[in-house]
């Protein structure tokens, strides 16, 4: 006879990752018990103590298969992302590993929040979450199947918007545009209309001089047209800006920019 608590891990094993009160909530229909912490007592504890949930945080596990060794399991970083707050998404490089596009993988997940529901950074297993405050947690944000789990991920469309916008949040210039030179399936209306609702000409700047230096660089960014990029730079203003700060520079006379010499060498190598 299966046991309340095999039948509790079983409920809970197709999740991967989940949260205490997803938990209860199996519990309380496997058992009809309402009592957090006598379920956390009677259930939660023994299933740590076999090695069958592994502790992320407070209130979070990893739910290990029979043939998953706890001292070497490595939990999903997507799904812990995904479990931390309700309001979120993953952005800027996560968003850009999830897409497989990614020139290197990072050990910091990012996960987007409100300033209201900010957490601590923690880290698990070698992995380490990271807020990012954003205020707006919807826009050019999609719902994506992933494990049989529906998480919350930028658009191809905000992450590349987001990643030029704060590209420390994307590895720095040269791991962004390497990355994003493999990112396909950029659809530029979309891009367009998140940039007027983002109202910073700096960053129609920014988007519009590197869509130009990628549709040179990569067969992903060959549609972006001349008429494109017109409409981007219809809102760019009049006043000269850099494109980052420091060193040597030149001046990009159709954008408005200064751009560190060199700058299109970063993209060599890929």
Not at 73 to 95: E, M, N, Q, V, W
Not at 140 to 145: F, L, Q, R, Y
């Amino acid at each position: 006879m299966v046991s309340k608590t095999e039948k509790l891990y079983l409920e809970v094993l197709p999740l991967k990752v989940v949260t205490f009160e997803e938990i209860v909530d199996k519990a309380r229909k496997i058992a009809a018990l309402k009592d957090p912490e006598y379920i956390y007592r009677k259930y939660v504890r023994k299933l740590v103590e076999e090695g069958k949930l592994q502790r992320v945080r407070r209130g979070l596990y990893a739910v290990l298969s029979p043939l998953e060794e706890p001292g070497k399991h490595i939990p999903d970083r997507f799904l812990i992302g995904s479990k931390i707050r309700d309001g979120y998404y993953l952005g800027y490089h996560t968003a850009l590993e999830f897409y497989g596009s990614a020139y290197s993988t990072y050990s910091e997940v990012y996960v987007c929040v409100k300033n209201k529901d900010r957490f601590d950074p923690f880290q698990c297993r070698g992995l380490k979450f990271r807020p990012v405050f954003v205020k707006d947690t919807d826009m050019g944000v999609e719902k994506k199947k992933y494990l049989g789990q529906g998480i919350r991920v930028s658009s191809k469309e905000r992450t590349f918007i987001d990643s030029l916008h704060r590209v420390q949040y994307a590895g720095g210039w040269e791991e962004c545009l390497k990355s994003l030179q493999g990112m396909g399936g950029l659809n530029f209306n979309n891009t367009y209309e998140y940039l007027l609702k983002y109202d910073n000409e700096l960053l129609f700047r920014k988007v519009g001089f590197v869509l130009e230096l990628l549709r040179n660089t990569s067969i992903f960014y060959e549609h972006i047209d001349d008429n494109m990029l017109s409409k981007l730079q219809d809102n760019i203003g009049e006043n000269p800006r850099y494109l980052t700060e420091g060193g040597t520079v030149t001046f990009n006379k159709k954008w408005l920019l200064y751009v560190p010499e060199k700058f299109e060498e970063k993209l060599r190598g890929v």
